[in-house]
């Protein structure tokens, strides 16, 4: 099994850690959110707000390196992990995935996405009318 830590606060990240857990893979895969009761016991070593992998047998990748990891589980794009880990596509797919590590919250709010936790402070501010019946 592969956990797979989003940034919980993050919009993109919590829409790509749906779609993760969506597809087909070889390995299974457990997106936790890291502002989660259990990514924060089991995994509070992990830098905060980092995409990260961490297997059952404790071996950790960060950033692209945790990027490659996802591909590599999914059945439809393992070929694509073993082609962007080559000498010549590792720099390209390590600048593209820094580029959207840093731009995620600009992205999410661009595509109007939110995080689990945007949504319940937004929906926790709703005012609901009160029930009535006619």
């Given at each position: 099994?592969?956990?797979v830590?989003?940034?919980?606060?993050?919009?993109?990240?919590?829409?790509?850690?749906?779609?993760?857990?969506?597809?087909?893979?070889?390995?299974?895969?457990?997106?936790l959110?890291?502002?989660?009761?259990?990514a924060?016991?089991k995994?509070s070593a992990l830098?905060?707000?980092e995409?990260?992998?961490?297997?059952?047998?404790g071996d950790?990748?960060?950033g692209?390196?945790?990027?490659?990891m996802?591909?590599?589980a999914?059945?439809a794009y393992?070929?694509w992990a073993?082609?962007?880990?080559?000498p010549?596509?590792?720099?390209?797919?390590?600048?593209?995935?820094?580029?959207?590590?840093?731009?995620r919250h600009?992205?999410?709010?661009?595509l109007?996405?939110?995080?689990?936790s945007e949504?319940?402070?937004?929906?926790?501010?709703v005012?609901?009318?009160?029930?009535?019946?006619?």
């Amino acid at each position: 099994m592969l956990y797979v830590i989003v940034d919980g606060r993050c919009g993109l990240c919590t829409e790509i850690g749906a779609w993760l857990r969506d597809q087909p893979s070889y390995v299974q895969l457990r997106t936790l959110s890291s502002e989660s009761e259990e990514a924060r016991s089991k995994f509070s070593a992990l830098p905060s707000g980092e995409l990260a992998v961490v297997s059952d047998r404790g071996d950790v990748w960060l950033g692209n390196n945790a990027f490659l990891m996802c591909l590599w589980a999914l059945r439809a794009y393992r070929k694509w992990a073993y082609r962007l880990a080559r000498p010549l596509l590792r720099p390209f797919a390590r600048q593209a995935f820094a580029e959207l590590s840093h731009s995620r919250h600009a992205v999410s709010k661009l595509l109007g996405l939110r995080s689990d936790s945007e949504l319940k402070e937004h929906l926790r501010k709703v005012s609901t009318p009160p029930c009535q019946l006619h």
